[in-house]
């Protein structure tokens, strides 16, 4: 799942760079949480939520079975 999690952020970060922000993967649970660290514009956007949300965990969601979530760690 990891690689597939790796694979499925390098297709969502050209969106968040767009805007000044990036994402980094910190971690891949075997629970199917996904960890990553917004970077950038994005880190603190307060928009931020709503991008963890409804826009990368979404996204992962529907691309990579197994994930079951995705948490902003510091």
Not at 40 to 69: M, N, Y
Request: with cysteine.
């Amino acid at each position: 799942m990891l690689e597939e999690v790796k694979t499925a952020l390098e297709k969502i970060r050209p969106f968040l760079q767009k805007d000044g922000g990036d994402v980094e993967l910190v971690k891949v649970t075997e629970e199917g949480q996904v960890q990553v660290r917004l970077k950038g514009a994005c880190g603190g956007c307060p928009g931020a939520t709503w991008t963890l949300k409804q826009g990368i965990e979404r996204s992962l969601k529907e691309t990579v079975p197994g994930v079951k979530e995705v948490v902003q760690v510091n």
